[in-house]
């Protein structure tokens, strides 16, 4: 009885080391940058107007509305990078950029500083810009109020295009991934 004991304890031990061990095996896993490039995917407005005279709203006057549209119709950048250095850029324009707690700080130069949401994951990046206007004003005895919103979230997805020709990226473009093989040539190979 006793050598079945210590048979059951010894298995036992060896099975929980293992499992131990196959935990402990584990990588970690490996924190996200938002360094990098980033395609725009679509965009979504968000929109919202409330209009109140003497307290009431004004039904034919407010609304809100909903859009998602390709970046191309909403006039919106094509591709954002960001690199390791703080440099972020768009359109053809470079930027200083921080990112921390979900805001990216992004600074124009002479004092143009934005702070718009950001949040992204390994594959995906959303940009989220908003804006509101509240005023008030009294016309002809009537308390008048107009309250707006609106809202543009830019979602991209990361770019992973590697250029692999080495040649290329060392500066000759004699073996571009543009350039057409010749007519003859490929009439000489069909023969």
């Not at 005279?53 to 509305?65: A, E, K, P, Y």
């Not at 130069?109 to 995906?124: K, L, R, Y």
């Not at 005023?135 to 543009?152: D, F, K, L, N, R």
Request: proline share 3%; charged share 20%; hydrophobic share 35%.
């Amino acid at each position: 009885m006793k050598k079945l004991l210590y048979t059951f304890l010894a298995v036992s031990i060896i099975f929980s080391s293992c499992k131990k061990e196959e935990e402990n095996n584990n990588p970690p896993t490996p924190n996200v940058s938002i360094v990098g490039v980033w395609t725009t995917t679509s965009v979504d407005i968000d929109t919202s107007v409330t209009v109140t005279m003497m307290g009431m709203v004004v039904d034919s006057l407010s609304g809100s509305g909903s859009i998602t549209m390709t970046p191309n119709d909403a006039d919106i950048f094509e591709e954002v990078e960001f690199t390791n250095n703080g440099k972020m850029f768009v359109d053809g324009d470079t930027a200083d950029y921080t990112y921390s707690n979900n805001l990216l700080t992004v600074d124009f130069g002479d004092g143009d500083t934005e702070e718009v949401s950001c949040s992204f994951t390994a594959t995906d990046l959303s940009i989220t810009l908003e804006e509101t206007m509240d005023t008030a004003w009294t016309e002809m005895g009537i308390p008048i109020t107009v309250s707006i919103y609106w809202g543009q979230t830019i979602h991209c997805s990361r770019n992973t295009v590697i250029n692999t020709n080495v040649s290329q990226r060392v500066g000759n473009t004699n073996h571009s991934w543009f350039v057409k093989p010749r007519i003859d040539n490929i009439l000489k190979s069909i023969k």
